[in-house]
């Protein structure tokens, strides 16, 4: 069976590149009827938080996308130092006694030469002391690093297929005698790794770009533990607009899932939104349904150019990421919409119950973009009193203050008595304008910057049998006052 996993390190919160890997390790096992695992990759204890990884869960949670099996890699050491300690036992790994100080020999990636400053790639006098001189330097209590003997002699390369970049390969030459374990005793990230994906049967590797130059050292290990080679696909970076990879230390909370989940954005219209960056269906639509995702989702599909993220300091979201949110809003039923959007009105402070919000999410449903913006399309059903507003702004089209003063007087008096409903109110308010011999529109653009404190707002009628008779009565009566000593 196939299996997949997501191995997130808690040292920050959920990054949108992040949560696209997981989309895709998701898809593709759902997709294929596999496994999802969701590891948590905590054995860097001094990088680890709990808020960390409050906010890996919190974001995971969020998209409601589900795993199948859960582990923590610090809770499996013992079998990271057992797997280690039998890639040593096969003459595959050695001993390196290097004072940490002298070679920096717990570095694996990086480490430099002591003199030459060219890269350094392996210590001759440790790699070719004798198992007897190892073993009693060992048991003596001396410190050490065990590293892997990269193959120089019998082997000029390493290779492997990848499911988007195809056939990669580097030179035995280019790769140093990466550790495995430290002077600690501690795994290192590719050990703990490749010895959690062999002991969980992982069949398929799908992660970013950045890990792709990792695989040939982990494509050593997993030949050390004899075990078939996992499939890899690594996926395509996520940039900023200036062409930077996107980073939680230079852009900041704009990269986080907490952060669209806070402004308004739905799971799947998210979920929806990272698909689209470096994956595309065959026939190029963007507005797919959670089924048609899972459906067609292929590493086929994924691009091996880099995907742009389209975000500045004024709008720090996507319009695309915008767009689908706003029309997956339109798509949503009323009772689920109303449902999402009622905890964004009552964290912007406003007084409002689940009864009250299913009354107003009508009216506003082709109007919002995002759930928060609840806060600023909505806020007059809330607000016992308007801000204040232009008087100027109740002038209707071709008239002036005068006629918006007789459209408020007219207006008080036909709302006092009217049948405060669609028909009522539509019949009694046509009826207003013909007998001041006015046209409709005119009728209604006071009445409606009067009971709302703006011209753009929810239809009339609905909006004022939403918010009632009384309400609109004292809001008009206030909108005259407004008027006198201007006409």
Known sequence: MLRVRFAPSPTGYLHIGSARTFVFNWLYARHNKGTMILRIDDTDVERNTQTSLDSIFEGLKWLDLNWDEFYRQSERGDLHRKLANEILAKGLAYRDFTPAQTADPEQSDDAKSHTSGSTWLFNPEMRAMSQEESDRRAAAGEPFVVRYKVPRETRTDISFVDEVYGRQTKATADIEDFALLRSSGIPTYHMASCADDADLQITHIIRGQDHLTNTFKHVLIFEALGVELPKFGHLPLLIAPDGAKLSKRKHGPVVS?????????????????????????????????????????TLEGVNRSNATINFSEEDPFDPKAVWLNAETIRTMSKEDLSAAVLPYAQAAGFKVDAARMAQITPLIQERIKLLSEVSTVADFFFLDQLAPYDPNELVPQKGDLAMAASVLERAEEILATATFNHDGLDQALRGGAESLKIKAGQMFQPIRVAVCGRKNAPPLFETLEVLGRDVCLKRIAAARQLLKGTV
């Open 257 to 297: 899932v907490t952060t669209y989940r806070d402004a308004g954005f739905l799971p799947h219209a998210f979920v929806n939104f990272v698909c689209l960056l470096g994956w595309s269906p065959k026939d190029d639509r963007e507005r797919l349904t959670r089924q048609e995702l899972t459906d067609i989702f």
